[in-house]
Nanobody, 126 residues
Framework: QVQLVESGGGLVQAGGSLILSCAAS????????MGWFRQSPGKYLEFVAT????????YYAESVKGRFTISRDIAKNTLYMQMNSLQPEETAVYYC???????????????????WGQGTQVTVSS
């Protein structure tokens, strides 16, 4: 199993920035890629960004391109996401997710991810 623990959420004013972290432990060698999803109240889980563990290629939802940056530190088994210019509508619980090499599905599909963190709340005030 792989355990994921997010941190870094909090309250920020509109236009502000936050950095989320996600520490992976357990059988982290199984990780093929990691990503971030978010869920706002009353809305579906939404893909935000993903990065394969072995290379630096990144993929983003259109809504966050140019403002969010996903990165990873392989030595620390940690995933990060720098979020800039945050807006109130981006208030959500942000989840870290990891997918194994045997996983199928598109990178933006929540069903493609095998392991999930407990989530961290991000609140953006207007």
């Amino acid at each position: 199993q792989v355990q994921l623990v997010e941190s870094g959420g909090g309250l920020v004013q509109a236009g502000g920035s936050l950095i989320l972290s996600c520490a992976a432990s357990g059988r982290s060698a199984r990780i093929y890629a990691m990503g971030w999803f978010r869920q706002s109240p009353g809305k579906y889980l939404e893909f935000v960004a993903t990065i394969p563990w072995s290379c630096g290629v990144t993929y983003y939802a259109e809504s966050v391109k140019g403002r969010f940056t996903i990165s990873r530190d392989i030595a620390k088994n940690t995933l990060y996401m720098q979020m800039n210019s945050l807006q109130p509508e981006e208030t959500a619980v942000y989840y870290c997710a990891a997918r194994a090499a045997y996983s199928t599905g598109r990178y933006y599909d929540e069903d493609a991810y095998n392991y999930w963190g407990q989530g961290t709340q991000v609140t953006v005030s207007s």
